[in-house]
């Protein structure tokens, strides 16, 4: 079974221009969670999906970060403008329904901001 | 809300020794705690979990034990190979699905 797919793997990209990571969630799973990991920070909860609809977004850094789940099997997390602090691994994880509480991750996007 | 500490951040052992890593956590309330590990370029990836009803869990060379009046929870690793040199993360929730991750042990296993 194909796990959680995300792209690009890697983006590089100029101060002020506007990033878009896509992740695919593991098919039949209802929840979605994007995190971003930094030195500094460490593995931080941006946002989260219970079928398609946000639940909770207080990670969120600030109103140049939105996130989108259009569908079950699809979801962005946009960066208008992107500036240099924003540069970090982003990741995708997706959640079964039910009982488990197993979160199943993405490969993560690898961003910098130049 | 709930905070999530891990110590150590740095722990390098013998191939064939153990590795301990313990957490703490701040809401009583909080009742599930996994355990993550990240390999170079790749995500976290469930390594064994526990639930507060449950004392110590294990998993061939892992096991997880939990201490709610101390509030705290570590991950034991015996007989350790190369192969588990990574980065390891708790973490801890109220049984929502917003977990709260510790700040991360690296594990160097040396042969």
């Known amino acids: 079974d194909a796990g959680v797919i995300q792209s690009p793997r890697h983006e590089v990209t100029e101060m002020g221009q506007e990033v878009t990571l896509r992740c695919k969630p593991i098919s039949g799973h209802n929840s979605l969670f994007w995190y971003r990991q930094t030195m500094m920070r460490g593995l931080e909860l941006l946002i989260y999906f219970n079928n398609n609809v946000p639940i909770d977004d207080s990670g969120m850094p600030e109103d140049r970060f939105s996130a989108k789940m259009p569908n079950a099997s699809f979801s962005t997390l946009k960066i208008q403008p992107s500036e240099p602090r924003d540069s970090a691994v982003y990741f995708c994880a997706s959640k079964p329904a039910g009982l488990s509480l197993t979160q199943y991750f993405g490969p993560g996007t690898r961003l910098t901001v130049l | ?111």
């Not at chain 2, 469930?46 to 991950?75: C, M, Y």
Request: proline share 5%.
């Open chain 2, 1 to 111: 809300g709930e905070n999530v500490e891990q110590h150590p951040s740095t722990l390098s052992v013998q191939e064939g020794d153990s590795a301990v890593i313990k957490c703490t956590y701040s809401d009583s309330a909080s009742n599930y705690f996994p355990w993550y590990k990240q390999e170079l370029g790749k995500g976290p990836q469930l390594i064994i979990d526990i639930r507060s009803n449950v004392g110590e869990k294990k998993d061939q060379r892992i096991a997880v034990t939990l201490n709610k009046t101390a509030k705290h929870f570590s991950l034991h690793i015996t007989e350790t190979q190369p192969e588990d040199s990574a980065v390891y993360f708790c973490a801890a929730t109220l049984g929502t699905d917003k977990l709260i991750f510790g700040t991360g042990t690296r594990l160097q296993v040396f042969p």
